[in-house]
Every structure is written in C-alpha cells, then in structure tokens.
C-alpha cells in the first residue's frame, strides 16, 4: 500500500455557498495539495471523514470515499 500524497485537516468552506431549491445554504470545501510528479494515466482515491453526522448525533462520524480517473500531461 502507498502512502497518501496529502492530508487535509478541517479544510474552509468555499466562499461561493449557494443555496440549494428548498433555500437551504450549501457549500464545498477547498483545499490545495501538492500533486506528484507522474505521467500519464492514474487514479486518485480519496477517503474524506468527519467527526459526527450532520445532525450532530453519534460519536463514531461518517467516512466518504471517490475515486478519480487522471491523467497527468507527460
């Protein structure tokens, strides 16, 4: 297994934080990271966390994941 690229810890909000049908506020995170020197095709996959449910109920939180499909320019 490889070692992560880079850790992001409580990242800010976006300042654009539209809102969504039901006029509720959303947003999304930013944050920027150091890519590392490749070429060509490779996958990125993220495991983000948080703390406790949006509902601020529970202790032990959510864990999210994605995958993304790059290419690096060569």
């Given at each position: 297994m490889r070692s992560p690229f880079?850790?992001?810890s409580d990242p800010?909000?976006?300042d654009e934080r539209p809102t969504n049908m039901a006029g509720v506020v959303s947003?999304?995170?930013e944050f920027t990271v150091k890519l590392p020197e490749k070429q060509?095709?490779?996958i990125?996959?993220?495991i983000w966390q948080r703390e406790r449910a949006a509902n601020g109920?529970?202790?032990s939180g959510?864990?999210?994941h994605s995958?993304?499909?790059v290419t690096f320019a060569k």
């Open positions: 880079a850790y992001v800010g909000l976006s947003g999304s995170y060509g095709n490779h990125i996959f993220t109920a529970g202790g959510e864990t999210f995958v993304s499909d």
